[in-house]
Structure formats: structure tokens, C-alpha cells
């Protein structure tokens, strides 16, 4: 009789050992799998410019464009051409780079100014001082500043 608790003991513990290492081994080789999932996935996504190269870049910018404080910057959006995209760039840049963004809002349901609305805007942008830089953007035709 006490051979065969001896032996039924020594089976439970081995099987016992065999279920923990069964599990150890599980669990290493799912550690493994996701390791390997996971560098697979970071060579397809694309690669984003380090900060190194995303400085140079203000630098060049700044380099290639130089506005002084009466800069004032007339940007006619055109629908489907991203403009809306467009305006939301200037507008996340503009206090960084300290510059204002003005939206020309045209009443009247038309693009299109009267000459007197045309004379009253670009009194109003020449003489408003206190908002330059300045990017004014809108739905307005064309307009001759000559004139």
C-alpha cells in the first residue's frame, strides 16, 4: 500500500511540474509572438522626421521666408481645394510664429465686393496696425489692389 501512495504521489507531482512548465512555456512563446508582431508592425508604419529634422526645416523656412511686422497676406480660398486645410494650418502656426489670422467673412451671400466694400476693406487692412503680420483668408473674388 505504501508503494503505491509513493507512486501516486510522485505522479502528482509531476504532473504537477509538467502543468507549470507547460505554462511557462506558453507564456514565453506568446511574450515572443507579440515581440516579433510588434518590430513586424513598426517596419511598415511610416517613418516621422525626428525633431533634429523637423527644426532644420523652421530654420530653412524661416531662412526662405522673411516677413517683416507689416506683412499682410491676402489668401482667396477656393472650395475643394483644401483651403479649409489650409486655414487650419495657419491658424494651429499663427502664435508660434506670431502672426494673426483674420477670416474675411462676406455678407450679402456673394463672393463678390462692391467697389465701395472693396475700398472699405483695404482701408480697413492697410490701417489696422495692431493685427500685423496678418493672413486674411476667405470666399471673395479676385480683387485689384492697383486699382
Given at each position: 500500500?505504501?508503494?503505491?501512495?509513493?507512486?501516486?504521489?510522485?505522479?502528482?507531482?509531476?504532473?504537477?511540474?509538467?502543468?507549470?512548465?507547460?505554462?511557462?512555456?506558453?507564456?514565453?512563446?506568446?511574450?515572443?509572438?507579440?515581440?516579433?508582431?510588434?518590430?513586424?508592425?513598426?517596419?511598415?508604419?511610416?517613418?516621422?522626421?525626428?525633431?533634429?529634422?523637423?527644426?532644420?526645416?523652421?530654420?530653412?523656412?524661416?531662412?526662405?521666408?522673411?516677413?517683416?511686422?507689416?506683412?499682410?497676406?491676402?489668401?482667396?480660398?477656393?472650395?475643394?481645394?483644401?483651403?479649409?486645410?489650409?486655414?487650419?494650418?495657419?491658424?494651429?502656426?499663427?502664435?508660434?510664429?506670431?502672426?494673426?489670422?483674420?477670416?474675411?467673412n462676406i455678407t450679402k451671400n456673394s463672393h463678390l465686393l462692391s467697389v465701395r466694400d472693396q475700398l472699405s476693406f483695404i482701408h480697413n487692412i492697410s490701417e489696422w496696425t495692431e493685427r500685423r503680420p496678418a493672413l486674411y483668408h476667405g470666399h471673395f473674388y479676385f480683387m485689384d489692389l492697383k486699382?
Open positions: 500500500m505504501t508503494f503505491h501512495v509513493r507512486r501516486n504521489k510522485s505522479l502528482a507531482l509531476f504532473s504537477v511540474g509538467f502543468i507549470v512548465l507547460l505554462i511557462v512555456y506558453r507564456e514565453v512563446k506568446r511574450e515572443y509572438v507579440i515581440s516579433n508582431l510588434e518590430s513586424r508592425l513598426a517596419a511598415l508604419e511610416p517613418r516621422r522626421p525626428g525633431r533634429y529634422v523637423l527644426e532644420m526645416m523652421d530654420k530653412q523656412a524661416a531662412n526662405f521666408i522673411d516677413f517683416d511686422d507689416n506683412t499682410i497676406l491676402l489668401y482667396n480660398r477656393v472650395p475643394k481645394t483644401g483651403s479649409t486645410s489650409f486655414a487650419g494650418i495657419a491658424y494651429e502656426l499663427c502664435y508660434k510664429n506670431k502672426y494673426h489670422v483674420l477670416h474675411v486699382k
